[in-house]
DNA sequence: TAAGATTTGTTCGTATGTATC
DNA sequence: GGATACATACGAACAAATCTT
């Protein structure tokens, strides 16, 4: 048969395996994002499997992101980028079966941000700077409601969000967008007020501005501050609102 | 036909379809690890869709982790807790397509470990304590030789690892393991001395089992700050071997 | 130990859908 | 629009694993 490790033992089932040999394959190959792989026909001969069994092993990397196919005339399967959003919605399925509270992802945030924040002083370009300026405009006034404010702080997600893809740190910038998802998707708040707090407001407005200030100054030491109180004070307007994560799979 | 959404317009096909509604349904039932689900037979009525299709949704499940399944009597698939490994092993797929430095990884661990530590202080059973202190036995003598150094060091990740579970907060504990995982795992060293250097050995031990002291007598401030020097210790370490991140998969 | 029952695993042949030229 | 090339989907049969008797 071939020369890929049997069932036998009732262990690896065969699409796993095929699965696992293609991937060893991309990497030995060095195989860029966009590189074709070899079409359905050609697995079949090659691992002398039917044409289920190379399906279900294409379905198996296609789950990590791995491989996207089209059908058509230059068609097949090709190795792909495994995105951010789906790296995210991977890992939201293993915290989805652990304890995760607001205060956990507080703890992490709050050792994070100021330190991304005070390694991007002084590095930022006056588009990317823009950029924030623009995304607070979306909160510039307080919040005349409860939904609002509840849009006002998903807007205000998505600053820090941003801020973290400007890093030059892939795993820093994706731990901190992850975060921001997660806040953002599975986040329920128990007790929002129907006066919405303008006094926070004004607080969270004023840290974002001066953070950016900070950040085009190239002063870290002010943004590392800025920052930290900033996620102290989301924190707190969290606890107050009693806010806790919902347990669901985020959709790809 | 079925009530799913149809692959009209050439989007969703089908195993992803079903895939998605077994999700959602987990979900809606709050089917916990372990709980069976619909057998094979069962899904191709529901879905009204052939054997293959069916099969093909569930290895897109199995590869996220989220089911598992058994042959035989009794058997069938089950819904399946995301292990720590394989969410490891997803989220390395994602950063096996950014450049990620060794400068990168510890930037986070820097800012992260002496938190965790800190938040640690007191709260550790004499058996957890024991259990470090045993862990830090297997480097408790000088390296002879370079490939000696390696392997304490991939030990004394191992004590990092280990200290991160103990924390309850979910996320803290597998952001550490996972970059534990990594530099254990995907690293490389350039310039690994053939003299292995006694004097960083004996900082990064001391470090450790001072480290375990100030974590039982509660002291958060001094924890923290043992932690921060060993985290800077062990960056200067991998910079002075010119480590450097590899590019391949971490096997599942 | 052995036989039977049950459920997933695998194959093959055929037909359909879809995108490119 | 027709031909082509590829993935997608179906159905029936058989194989393998594993539990029960």
């Known amino acids: 048969m071939s020369d890929l490790p049997k069932t036998r033992s009732g262990r690896r089932t065969r699409p796993v395996a095929v699965a696992e040999a293609i991937k060893d394959w991309v990497v030995e190959k060095g195989l860029q994002p966009g590189d074709r792989l070899p079409g359905e026909a050609e697995l079949i001969r090659r691992f002398e499997m039917s044409k289920g069994t190379i399906r279900e092993a294409m379905r198996l990397l296609q789950a990590q992101g791995l491989v996207v196919t089209k059908t058509g005339p230059g068609g097949g399967s090709f190795v792909g980028?495994?995105?951010?959003?789906r790296a995210q919605s991977l890992l939201a399925n293993y915290f989805y079966f652990q304890s995760v509270s607001i205060d956990d992802i507080y703890a992490?945030?709050?050792a994070l941000e100021p330190a991304m924040a005070a390694s991007l002083a002084g590095k930022l370009t006056e588009a990317q700077l823009d950029e924030l300026r623009g995304i607070t405009a979306a909160y510039s006034e307080p919040a005349q409601d409860a939904e609002e404010e509840r849009a006002q702080h998903v807007n205000s997600l998505i600053f820090h969000a941003r801020l973290a893809e400007f890093s030059d740190n892939a795993v820093m910038a994706f731990i901190?967008?992850?975060l921001a998802q997660i806040l953002t998707d599975l986040t329920v708040y128990n007790r929002l007020y129907a006066e919405p707090n303008h006094e926070l407001w004004r607080e969270g407005l004023g840290h974002q501005l001066?953070?950016?200030?900070?950040l085009r100054d190239g002063a870290a030491g002010a943004a590392e501050g800025i920052m930290r109180e900033h996620m102290e004070m989301a924190r707190r307007l969290m606890q107050d609102q009693e806010a806790?994560?919902?347990k669901r799979f985020?959709?790809?």
């Open 81 to 85: 980028e495994v995105g951010r959003e």
């Open 176 to 178: 901190i967008g992850f």
């Open 250 to 252: 985020i959709a790809e």
């Open 108 to 110: 992490v945030r709050i």
């Open 210 to 214: 001066s953070l950016i200030e900070a």
């Open 244 to 246: 806790v994560v919902m």
